[in-house]
T-cell receptor, first 114, second 114 residues
């Protein structure tokens, strides 16, 4: 079974600084997708960034980027120039390319300090 | 209007009552999911469906049932609610036929069983 581990239940960052959220996963598959979702206090689940395992290049979306290490099964999220609106719960998720289910980590609660 | 709509948004019910949570989508996606979110546990899959004739149990299906009334509608029922079913419930959709690989979520239903 696939598992997704987020070992940091809580993180904090000063406004305008950079923070990295960690995620590791366990799979025997070679082709899959990885995601980071953001859940602000409104509780809406918002896709932040997506990585396809067959792509070696790390995905980037504005201030959000990932460090995808396939051999290490690691998928960390870097938030640059942190803003107050980045404060949220962040979930890492995995889906096998031909699979049907999404597997989620336990989440990291990010606090942004003004 | 939201693409994935859940009703109700919040609900308080008594132990032993039957309750139904509803989900409808306008995205035309074939796959629909019900997840439960608990603090420290992340999102766990209750049931998922690939089309109206295909229903599958997730990792925590005990105490729940579902119905896929149409491609756009997927409801979750608690036949006899118990306090440890107090949680935030999410409906999600995905499309197996396009390059859109992520899950799209509803706004969540906060259920409290007293």
């Amino acid at each position: 079974a696939q598992t997704v581990t987020q070992s940091q239940p809580e993180m904090s960052v000063q406004e305008a600084e950079t923070v990295t959220l960690s995620c590791t996963y366990d799979t025997s598959e070679s082709d899959y997708y990885l995601f980071w979702y953001k859940q602000p206090p409104s509780r809406q689940m918002i896709l932040v960034i997506r990585q396809e395992a067959y792509k070696q290049q790390n995905a980037t979306e504005n201030r959000f980027s990932v460090n995808f290490q396939k051999a290490a099964k690691s998928f960390s999220l870097k938030i640059s120039d942190s803003q107050l609106g980045d404060a949220a719960m962040y979930f890492c998720a995995y889906r096998r390319r031909t699979g049907n289910q999404f597997y989620f980590g336990t989440g990291t609660s990010l606090t942004v300090i003004p | 209007d939201a693409d994935v709509t859940q009703t109700p948004r919040n609900r308080i019910t008594k132990t032993g009552k039957r309750i139904m949570l509803e989900c409808s989508q306008t995205k035309g996606h074939d796959r629909m999911y019900w997840y439960r979110q608990d603090p420290g546990l992340g999102l766990r899959l209750i049931y998922y469906s690939f089309d109206v004739k295909d229903i599958n149990k997730g990792e925590i299906s005990d105490g729940y049932s579902v119905s896929r009334q149409a491609q756009a509608k997927f409801s979750l029922s608690l036949e006899s609610a118990i306090p440890n079913q107090t949680a935030l419930y999410f409906c999600a959709t995905s499309d197996s036929r396009t390059q859109n690989t992520e899950a799209f979520f509803g706004q969540g239903t906060r259920l409290t069983v007293v």
